[in-house]
C-alpha cells in the first residue's frame, strides 16, 4: 500500500461547477499538507500550505485536513476552464524535503 | 521576482552518456532540492542542499550526483545513463531548510535517454 494514494482520474466537469479533489494517507505522523497545480510540460505550483487539522481558503481555493480519517481535499468553487491540469497533493512529517511524499496526481479537465 | 530557472530545458542523451542539468534558484532562496518525475512512480525525492553540502539524498544510485554553489545555485549529474534515467527532473527552491513545504518549481528538464 502506497503512504498516499490519489484518484487518478481523468476527471472531467462543467465550468462553474464545484471540483472536489482527494487524497488518503497511511502514515499518521503528517502534518504538513501541501496541494500543487501542475500544467502539461511545467513543473509544479504550490496552491495550498496547510498545517494539521482544519480548513484554509484562498480564493476559489479551500482545502481540507481531517487527520482523523487521514484524508485531505481540495475544493474548486466556480471552475473555470484555466483550472485543467494536474493535482498533486503532497505530505511531510516535518520540515525535510527528503520526506515530502507526493501523490500520484489526479488530471482535471474543465469542460466549456 | 524571478523564479526558479533550469536549463537545458531539454536534453536528448545516448544510453552510456553523462548529463549535467542546472538550477538557479529564486533570489535569496538557500535551499534547492531535486526531483524525477515520471509517469509510472510519479514525483521522488533525488536530493536537497543548503550552504553548498547535501543534507540528504533520496534513494537513487550513486550515478546521480550533485552539488551547490556559494551563490546557492546547483547542478546534478547523471553518469552512464540508462534508459530509465528519461524523465522530468525537477529542482525546487525554498528559503531556507526550515521551509521546505513551501517549495518553488522550476519548469523542468525534459532528459530523453535513447
Known amino acids: 500500500q502506497k503512504e498516499v494514494e490519489q484518484d487518478p482520474g481523468p476527471l472531467s466537469v462543467p465550468e462553474g461547477a464545484i471540483v472536489s479533489l482527494n487524497c488518503t494517507y497511511s502514515?499518521?505522523?503528517?502534518?504538513?499538507f501541501m496541494w500543487y497545480r501542475q500544467y502539461s510540460r511545467k513543473g509544479p505550483e504550490l496552491l495550498m500550505y496547510?498545517?494539521?487539522?482544519g480548513n484554509k481558503e484562498d480564493g476559489r481555493f479551500t482545502a481540507q485536513v481531517d487527520k482523523s480519517s487521514k484524508y485531505i481535499s481540495l475544493f474548486i468553487r466556480d471552475s473555470q476552464p484555466s483550472d485543467s491540469a494536474t493535482y498533486l497533493c503532497?505530505?511531510?512529517?516535518?520540515?525535510?524535503?527528503?520526506?515530502?511524499?507526493f501523490g500520484s496526481g489526479t488530471r482535471l479537465s474543465i469542460r466549456p | 521576482k524571478a523564479g526558479v530557472t533550469q536549463t537545458p530545458r531539454y536534453l536528448i542523451k545516448t544510453r552510456g552518456q553523462q548529463v549535467t542539468l542546472s538550477c538557479s534558484p529564486i533570489?535569496?532562496?538557500?535551499?534547492v532540492s531535486w526531483y524525477q518525475q515520471t509517469p509510472g512512480q510519479g514525483l521522488q525525492f533525488l536530493f536537497e542542499?543548503?550552504?553548498?553540502?547535501?543534507?540528504n539524498k533520496g534513494n537513487f544510485p550513486g550515478r546521480f550526483s550533485g552539488r551547490q554553489f556559494s551563490n546557492s545555485r546547483s547542478e546534478m549529474n547523471v553518469s552512464t545513463l540508462e534508459l530509465g534515467d528519461s524523465a522530468l527532473y525537477l529542482c525546487?527552491?525554498?528559503?531556507?531548510?526550515?521551509?521546505?513545504?513551501?517549495?518553488?518549481f522550476g519548469p523542468g528538464t525534459r532528459l530523453t535517454v535513447l
Open positions: 503532497a505530505m511531510n512529517s516535518d520540515s525535510s524535503a527528503s520526506k515530502i511524499i
Open positions: 525546487a527552491s525554498s528559503l531556507d531548510r526550515l521551509n521546505y513545504n513551501e517549495q518553488f
Open positions: 533570489s535569496g532562496h538557500r535551499s
Open positions: 496547510t498545517y494539521s487539522s
Open positions: 502514515n499518521s505522523a503528517f502534518q504538513y
Open positions: 542542499y543548503f550552504s553548498e553540502t547535501q543534507r
